[in-house]
């Protein structure tokens, strides 16, 4: 191939202009051009995205959050005639594929038998090809298909559970995933999803439609960030919660907790307060700001920087002093836990 004959400096200018899926495609013909394209910096691509549908499943190359252009298709090979399908060997595994007429975009097939074979295929040697900086995650609009998480080792997954999902069968999916570090729980369901362990093993947990598996989860959370919505849950809980972490008793790697309720409950701000021993920084200096950056599955920085964050009352560990701001409002709790212990924050001025 006279493309490998080119200065290196020359074929990164050529991979460069290149597509994704010509360049996944390309990587296939032989050892020799995975290699080269191997050396080119692709550091570009913060992330591959999958987007698991009920006739397909989709795989993203992520630069930035507006900028995710679809390196490929994995669908199965039932409606396809042979004849529109190529056949390619890599890595002792052969991979069939076609360009789709309607959309040019490179499918890559497979049956019932070589389903799971072909997505590790592709997922492997997408991560060979592009480096191992890559982050992965997967939005997953519908189960039908394929659970991939089940089947790839990815950590930042996105469920949406749709209103007729039955809740045994969710769980039975959930299950299957490993331990997350960044799960998006979006629940749509008609009756509520079970309780599963991986909803508080997870490093950062967002949950949206929480409902009354608010309590249990915050009561047993072991991560470090969590964000609850449409939340169910009574003051008392709550109480429990501070006092439990003032005693140094529960989460003690917890840096950040946002917690809304459902409009059918709200909370008792003065109650609260009167069951807690709540401090107030000093008045004499703007309360510090509370920023926790979070990295979402595709790969952008998210930063609550954003989020009303600058609260005037506190709460200490006994245990080793640390700081923890914390506000409440009838329809809203907010927890965050800072590096510095109190004395600390004496000497930067933010407590008296």
């Known amino acids: 191939m006279k493309l490998l004959k080119l200065p290196f400096l020359v074929q990164t200018v050529i991979f460069n202009q290149l597509d994704f899926d010509d360049v996944f495609l390309l990587s296939l013909t032989s050892t020799k051009m995975l290699i080269v394209l191997q050396m080119v910096s692709w550091k570009h ?75 590790q295929f592709v997922h492997q040697h997408i991560s060979s090809l592009f480096g191992s900086h890559l982050q992965h995650g997967c939005t997953l609009l519908s189960y039908d298909l394929m659970f991939l998480p089940a089947i790839l080792p990815i950590t930042s997954n996105v469920l949406i559970s749709h209103l007729v999902m039955v809740p045994t069968l969710l769980d039975a999916f959930i299950s299957k995933m490993e ?119 595709f790969g952008a920085e998210e930063t609550l920087l954003k989020h009303d964050l600058v609260v005037t009352t506190y709460v200490v560990r006994e245990t080793d002093k640390v700081v923890a701001s914390i506000s409440f409002s009838e329809d809203r709790f907010d927890f965050c836990v800072w590096e510095w212990n109190e004395t600390q924050m004496k000497e930067m001025g933010y407590i008296e």
């Open 179 to 297: 331990n997350q570090e960044y799960l998006t729980m979006k629940n749509q369901m008609r009756d509520l999803p079970l309780f599963n362990v991986k909803f508080i093993s997870c490093k950062h947990l967002s949950f949206i439609n929480v409902y009354t598996l608010a309590p249990e989860i915050l009561s047993r959370f072991e991560g470090q960030t969590v964000v609850m919505y449409n939340a169910i849950m009574e003051d008392a809980t709550i109480v429990k919660f501070v006092a439990n972490w003032q005693k140094g008793n529960f989460a003690p790697n917890l840096k950040f907790l946002k917690l809304y309720l459902n409009f059918s409950h709200l909370f008792h701000p003065a109650a609260i307060t009167n069951s807690l021993q709540i401090k107030t920084f000093s008045h004499s200096k703007r309360p510090p700001c509370f920023q926790y950056p979070v990295k979402n599955y």
């Open 45 to 119: 691509i913060k992330a591959i995205s999958y987007k698991a549908r009920r006739t397909h499943t989709s795989v993203f190359a992520v630069k930035s959050q507006e900028d995710s252009p679809k390196m490929l298709e994995l669908r199965p090979s039932m409606a396809m005639s042979k004849e529109t399908q190529q056949s390619v060997r890599c890595s002792e595994y052969n991979m069939t594929y076609y360009w789709s007429s309607d959309t040019n975009i490179l499918v890559i097939t497979f049956n019932e038998k070589t389903m799971v074979p072909t997505v």
